[in-house]
Nanobody, 124 residues
Framework: QVQLVESGGGLVQAGGSLRVSCAAS????????MGWFRQAPGKDREFVAA????????YYADSVKGRFAISRDKAKNTVYLQMNSLKPEDTAVYSC?????????????????WGQGTQVTVSS
């Protein structure tokens, strides 16, 4: 079992920055990937970014490339999503997820564990 707890969401004006965090606990050893997804009201869950824990390879959705940065702190077992140049369309509940090394990182169906999510609201 893996437990994931997000923090750091909130309200920010367009053009601003925000960092969300996800602390992992439990069976977090070996090779795995941590991902961030978001879901806006009335929309499907959308891939945002992912990072492989051992190598630190990163993946981004085109919509956030150049504005968001995913990173991890191995000592703290925490993954971060730094969000810059935020837009109102970035408003969503952001959730982190954990998956073993199989399947495409962009697909939410291959992730085994999920956090409860944190709200990010960008005002215009």
């Amino acid at each position: 079992q893996v437990q994931l707890v997000e923090s750091g969401g909130g309200l920010v004006q367009a053009g601003g920055s925000l960092r969300v965090s996800c602390a992992a606990s439990g069976r977090t050893f070996g090779s795995y990937t941590m991902g961030w997804f978001r879901q806006a009201p009335g929309k499907d869950r959308e891939f945002v970014a992912a990072i492989t824990w051992s190598e630190g390879f990163t993946y981004y959705a085109d919509s956030v490339k150049g504005r968001f940065a995913i990173s991890r702190d191995k000592a703290k077992n925490t993954v971060y999503l730094q969000m810059n140049s935020l837009k109102p369309e970035d408003t969503a509940v952001y959730s982190c997820a954990f998956k073993l090394p199989y399947g495409p990182v962009q697909s939410p169906t291959v992730y085994d564990y999920w956090g409860q999510g944190t709200q990010v609201t960008v005002s215009s």
